[in-house]
């Protein structure tokens, strides 16, 4: 390897006093001539057709256009690199030159017969050669992010990317599992459209669209299971053994299921019914799967009207508290409110015309309860009730006191109750004062005088 490189550099000697010897020969140039072959012994970097910089004298036994040659060589390669930072471009100063580096490859070097040759000193024109290469690099990477972009816009090449990942297992797995599942959404919606032409009730439609949803659910995840089974591998196995974790840190919710379960098809309540339970009163606006939402009654509002607050009960509870339902089978209420009587009117007229307001008021009422407590007695193990209202006298020390029973919808109580005290004083007004109304009243009279004398006996003492 030495023989070889000392052979090189023995001919690139003999070549070079064989061109110094011509050029002693040769007659003299005219100036034009020797500035225009100077010229043309400087060696241009160019890269895509641009010039980036001159190189203008020779290094050892290369000439400037080899140089230039080089460096344009050595630049391409660098733009090979998709990851090169041109910021990686840096001038390292050395003794006899200034090297132009990127990394560990040296681009170029800039000599001091370069810097003579450009007028310029080393250091500063080592600058501009960097300068130069970095908005080269800055440019080409701009136009080949362009170029790939415009490139993977072209429909042939969409077309074969998306041809690509439609045959991916993976995403032909995701593909079935989404076609699967609007198919099944589709289906589950055209169910649940066609459900008022076969279930007439609105609480069992309302319920029957509640079981599809869930249904559906239910079939997607298991579509999913069987699509993804050689992915999931040992899933089996983990989530058997995961089984009784999960049954102990999620009872709470196990037992809503248990209790949305249990209400669905239990007969329990059903969404517009009024219930009670724990205290809490109100009116079925939803059922889920976890949770019975409320419109709560009563509370600081009298006569069983909306509070405006939501309640959400968890559907657990109807295992562990007692429930009252208001309406159920039997949507209808007995209700009861007394009327004192002064004692001293006519207790006849009273009783008459408290029964004539009482019948009159609650004449919808009563033929409608009656329906339904039929319904009741073929349905439970109950003797026949009293539907139509009662009117009972009682005395005590202040007053005669009625009591008038009769029968309401659930929703009406304080409306009815509203209706029959009007009727009442609208009738008691027209005796004239046959009947009046009994009060607690008391009267306060004036303290009789009272004449105190008091008899002063003096004791005589008889000192004789």
């Not at 029959?420 to 306060?444: C, N, P, W, Y």
Request: proline letters at 3%; one cysteine or more.
């Amino acid at each position: 390897m030495t023989t070889k490189s000392g052979i090189q550099l023995s001919l690139l000697t003999i070549t070079g006093w064989l061109v110094s010897l011509c050029l002693i020969c040769s007659p003299a140039l005219p100036a034009d001539a020797q500035t225009t072959k100077s010229a043309q012994k400087h060696g241009f970097v160019i890269l895509d057709g641009k010039q980036l910089f001159v190189i203008r004298s020779n290094l050892g036994p290369f000439s400037a256009e080899a140089r230039a040659t080089n460096v344009a060589n050595r630049l391409k390669k660098l733009l090979a690199d998709p990851d090169i930072n041109p910021e990686s471009i840096s001038v390292l100063n050395d003794s006899n030159s200034t090297e132009i580096i990127a990394g560990e490859l040296i681009i170029t070097s800039v000599t001091d017969a370069d810097a003579k040759a450009a007028d310029r000193n080393r250091q500063q024109l080592a600058e501009e050669f960097a300068g130069s290469l970095r908005t080269a690099i800055e440019a080409n990477k701009a136009q080949q992010s362009l170029s790939g972009a415009l490139e993977n816009a072209r429909p042939s090449y969409f077309g074969k990317s998306f041809m690509n990942l439609m045959m991916d297992p993976l995403s032909l797995k995701i593909i079935t599992v989404s076609l699967g599942a609007l198919i099944i959404s589709i289906v589950g919606l055209l169910i649940k459209r066609s459900l008022g032409s076969f279930v007439k009730e609105a609480s069992h439609r309302y319920a029957s669209r509640k079981i599809v949803t869930f249904m559906g659910y239910l079939l997607i995840f298991i579509l999913a299971l069987v699509v993804f089974k050689d992915a999931l591998g040992n899933l089996a196995l983990i989530v058997g053994a995961a089984t009784a974790g999960v049954a102990f840190a999620l009872k709470d919710v196990i037992t809503s299921l248990a209790g949305w379960v249990a209400v669905t098809f239990g007969d329990f309540y059903k969404v517009g019914d009024r219930i009670q339970v724990g205290g809490i009163k109100g009116d079925v606006i939803d059922v889920g799967f976890a949770r019975t939402t409320l419109m709560e009654l009563g509370e600081w509002v009298q006569g069983d009207l909306y509070t405006g607050r939501i309640v959400r009960i968890a559907n657990g509870f109807i295992f562990k508290e007692p429930m009252f339902n208001y309406s159920g089978d039997f949507p209808y209420l007995w209700d009861e409110i007394t009327i004192p009587v002064k004692y001293g009117s006519d207790h006849k007229l009273a009783d008459l015309l408290l029964k004539t307001v009482v019948t009159k008021v609650t004449e919808v009422d009563v033929s409608n309860a009656q329906q339904h407590w039929e319904r009741i007695e073929r349905k439970y193990l109950v003797e026949s009730a009293r539907i139509e209202p009662m009117v009972t006298m009682a005395l005590n020390d202040n007053w005669i006191e009625f009591t008038i029973r009769y029968i309401v919808a659930f929703r009406m109580r304080r409306l009815t109750k509203d209706s029959l005290f009007r009727g009442i004083m609208h009738e008691f007004d027209k005796t004239e004062g046959a009947v009046e109304l009994a009060s607690a009243t008391f009267q306060l009279t004036d303290i009789p005088p009272i004449d105190v004398r008091i008899k002063q006996c003096r004791k005589e003492t008889n000192d004789e």
